[in-house]
Structure formats: C-alpha cells, structure tokens
C-alpha cells in the first residue's frame, strides 16, 4: 500500500482554502477538511485514480467534491518507492497551482 505524503506547497494550499472556508462558514470548513481526507486516503489503496495532465502525464489531479465545486490536488505516484507526493492543492475555482 502506497504512503501518501503531503508536501509543503500542497501543505500550504490545504491550509489556504481551510483559512478562506472557516472564515465563511466554520462547520462548513470541518466537513470539506473529512471529504478531502476522504479522498486523499483513497491513493493509498488506488494510487492511479486521478485523471493523468494531458501535457504532463506523469501527474495526476484528484478532484474532491464538495458544495457546488470543490478541490483539486496534484500528485504524482512514484510506484517505486511505493508513494503518492501531493504536490499542491487548490479549489477548483483558483486559476492554476
């Protein structure tokens, strides 16, 4: 089972969009921090679930759903080393990692 491991910069776009949301609506926040969880725990069973970048398929997005659009995270599955590297996150929304 592949190890999830969340780097820095995807470290600081989860705490981003956590800040913005929990400003709006605190409870709101607590239920997208469990579905992106959610999510995230899924590439240690299905690391090959995101949808591969047309230019750069050696990345994948995972999108997560929530509200009326979501998130998106970009990981890159290293098979061997056994490990999923979210590289950045963002709301779907944002323009761009």
């Not at 776009?13 to 921090?33: D, I, M, Q, V």
């Not at 591969?52 to 997005?61: A, G, I, S, V």
């Not at 998106?72 to 761009?96: C, I, W």
Request: net charge positive; hydrophobic share 40%; charged share 25%.
């Amino acid at each position: 089972m592949p190890r999830v491991i969340v780097t820095a910069g995807a470290a600081g776009g989860l705490e981003r969009s956590r800040k913005f949301l929990a400003a709006k609506a605190p409870e709101a926040a607590k239920r997208a921090g469990q579905a992106i969880q959610r999510q995230l725990l899924l590439l240690e069973t299905v690391p090959e679930i995101g949808r591969p970048l047309p230019d750069m398929p050696e990345l994948r997005e995972l999108p997560v759903a929530f509200g009326d659009s979501g998130y998106v995270a970009l990981y890159r599955y290293e098979p061997t080393s056994d490990a999923v590297y979210v590289l950045a996150f963002r709301h779907q929304r944002e323009a761009g990692y």
